[in-house]
């Protein structure tokens, strides 16, 4: 379980616009504590859970700007955001695979079936 000031960390360092060295001093911890917190298994897990919690709920929203982009004036910005959206909807285009293949000596020979059993 994390502490409150982890937790606070987390949501400090997901905001973006601090330095390590201004988070630590707003918690008033040390710098080098908040680079252990940093490679903690516990810490990371939570902050995995904060950012999936962020963007689930930011997603309705941006679904929503995604479909009014559709309306745009600009047809590249309707391109775009009709691509993205079918892209995710699972209409990609087939990806281009380059395969190789070795191939080892054909032999070719007189002998053609004939299709008959001579036996019987």
């Not at 087939?94 to 054909?106: F, I, L, N, R, S």
Request: glycine fraction near 4%; charge should be neutral.
């Amino acid at each position: 379980m994390i502490t409150k000031k982890q937790k606070r960390a987390i949501e400090l360092m997901f905001e973006g616009n601090l330095s390590q060295t201004q988070i630590s001093t707003e918690l008033k911890i040390h710098p080098t504590t908040l680079s252990r917190w940093k490679r903690d298994e516990e810490f990371v897990e939570a902050m995995r859970t904060f950012t999936d919690g962020v963007i689930a709920r930011s997603t309705p929203k941006a679904m929503s700007t995604m479909v009014r982009l559709l309306s745009a004036k600009s047809e590249l910005v309707r391109y775009n955001a009709a691509k993205d959206l079918l892209d995710r909807a699972g209409f990609m285009p087939t990806v281009k695979q380059d395969v190789t293949a070795t191939v080892g000596p054909v032999q070719i020979t007189d002998d053609i079936p004939t299709g008959s059993d001579e036996d019987g």
